[in-house]
Nanobody, 121 residues
Framework: QVQLVESGGGLVQAGGSLRLSCTVT????????LGWYRQVPGKQRDVVAT???????NYADSVMGRFTISRVNAKNTVYLQMNGLKPEDTAVYYC???????????????WGQGTQVTVSS
């Protein structure tokens, strides 16, 4: 059974920083593509950043240069370092794990429970 447990959300002022963590149970962590998504009420869940098993990263244009995704396979953990936070970054942030064959469009991916990030102006 694969489970994802997120932590690190909270309330921060504009310009501040937060680091989100997502720990994944199971021994197949190193095979997963991992990602952070975010969602605000009434809108779809959007991708923020992804990282492959080889360490390749991609970012949404809105967070490029401010956010950094990283992974530590020995700890089964993926991180999202968020700097220069803006009020528009306010959302529930979700961690996602999946195999390359399904991550970008298929069933069988795994999601965390979500963690709230609130940025005040």
């Amino acid at each position: 059974q694969v489970q994802l447990v997120e932590s690190g959300g909270g309330l921060v002022q504009a310009g501040g920083s937060l680091r989100l963590s997502c720990t994944v149970t199971g021994s197949i962590f190193r095979l997963f593509i991992l990602g952070w998504y975010r969602q605000v009420p009434g809108k779809q869940r959007d991708v923020v950043a992804t990282i492959t098993s080889g360490g390749g990263t991609n970012y949404a244009d809105s967070v490029m240069g401010r956010f950094t995704i990283s992974r530590v396979n020995a700890k089964n953990t993926v991180y999202l370092q968020m700097n220069g936070l803006k009020p528009e970054d306010t959302a529930v942030y979700y961690c996602k794990a999946g195999f390359p064959s399904t991550f970008y469009g298929g069933a069988g991916n795994y999601w965390g429970q979500g963690t709230q990030v609130t940025v005040s102006s």
